[in-house]
């Protein structure tokens, strides 16, 4: 079973960036799909990034295209969210999650999401 552990988020101002990190354990990273949510107060979770488990086919949120970028290293056993340029609307607790299809990860299918993060609170001031 794999573990997954956010980590980076904080209090960063309008126009600021960070890079939160994703730490994986107990299990073979490399194979797994890798996808970032996030849920604003007040709101349900939503689809931000995925990341195939080789990292050659990413994806993003229309959100978030141009400002944030997925990466992964899987001799590491980490992906990444890079976010640059936030917005106060970026405010929320960034998940991280690992599945087997980056199609069901994107649409947030049931059985496509084996695992998920406790997440990270990333809070943008204006």
């Known amino acids: 079973q794999l573990e997954l552990v956010e980590s980076g988020g904080g209090l960063v101002q309008t126009g600021g960036s960070l890079r939160l990190s994703c730490a994986a354990s107990g299990g073979p990273f490399s194979f797994y799909v890798v996808g970032w949510f996030r849920q604003a107060p007040g709101q349900g979770r939503e689809f931000v990034s995925g990341?195939?488990?080789?990292?050659?086919?990413?994806d993003y949120a229309n959100s978030v295209k141009g400002r944030f970028t997925v990466a992964r290293d899987n001799a590491k056993n980490t992906a990444y969210l890079e976010m640059n340029v936030l917005q106060p609307e970026d405010t929320a607790v960034y998940y991280c999650?690992?599945?087997?299809?980056?199609?069901?990860?994107?649409?947030?299918?049931?059985?496509?999401?084996?695992?998920w993060g406790k997440g990270t609170l990333v809070t943008v001031s204006s």
């Open positions: 990341i195939s488990s080789t990292g050659g086919i990413t």
């Open positions: 999650a690992a599945g087997r299809n980056l199609y069901r990860m994107r649409t947030m299918s049931s059985d496509g999401i084996n695992y």
